[in-house]
């Protein structure tokens, strides 16, 4: 990771601290061939059996800023306490891990790395915060 992108990344999730608790886990990578079928299998394990799964991919639902406010409004008045989201990596996700997920997201229509796709998704879920809460954004 760039010390840019590990900086947003970590301006972001502090930000996000003020709203929600943040936990950033990662799995390690698997040789090219076994790639979604390892990895996914470190994913499942990773996860709580009762948290909500949005995994995030290409070929998610987009959403605006505003919608992604209200999906975040919806889960906290629906009781979920625990989210994790997911980034796939470059050959996707395993089947078990997409079946897994309750909702699937696009960050956007283009390829981002890893630590990009981190600093997107933590910036938006910060603005979402924000609508919700009705603060003004701070850029």
Known sequence: MTNITKALQDDYLQRLSHFVNVETVEVRDSKEGDRPTIEGKRILEKLNQSTYVCLLDVAG????????????DGWQQDGIREISFIIGGAEGVSQAVAERANIVLSLSFLTFTHEMAR????????????IIKGFPYQK
């Open 61 to 72: 639902k987009a959403k605006d800023s505003y919608e992604i406010a209200a999906l975040i």
């Open 119 to 130: 600093v997107v998704l933590a910036e938006q879920l910060y603005r979402g915060f924000t």
